[in-house]
């Protein structure tokens, strides 16, 4: 579990480099329409709209979201590890002799009957203490 949520949180990274990646692309073509004659429009119906300034901007917004969503599920599947690997550790116990065979000789007697069904056979499965 703790691997899973490392490789999710190192994917996560590689969404937030591609999104800089786009966000830098954005920056350049905007600056390249941004001159003191003319400005970058936002409207599309202007002319000089730079659609693929917006695209690559919507791109970034989009693989960020992405990492950011990632870095929430690898930190909750770590965080979730490290609790079960707590949980599942060795905690050595000692067994009785009474334990060991079973059942104490002052308990009364027990019998289990448990369903048994299969596709090739239907019945029940009877163990009993005595």
């Known amino acids: 579990m703790i691997d899973a949520g490392a490789l999710v949180t190192l994917g996560s990274a590689l969404f937030q480099l591609s999104a800089q990646t786009s966000y830098d692309r954005y920056n350049n ?3 390249s329409c941004n001159m003191i004659e003319k400005g970058c429009p936002i409207d599309p119906s202007k002319p000089g709209f730079n659609k693929a300034a917006i695209d ?22 770590i965080a979730t590890g490290i609790v079960l690997a707590y949980v599942n550790r060795t ?31 239907v019945g029940a499965t009877v163990q009993g203490h005595f």
């Open 56 to 77: 690559a901007r919507d791109s970034g917004d989009s693989k960020r979201l992405m990492g950011f969503i990632g870095y929430g599920v690898g930190g909750a599947a």
């Open 29 to 31: 073509l905007i600056d």
């Open 91 to 121: 905690r050595p116990y000692q067994i009785t002799p009474e334990q060991l065979e079973g059942q104490k000789a002052s308990e009364p007697a027990s019998i289990a009957i448990v369903p048994v069904v299969s596709p090739e056979a």
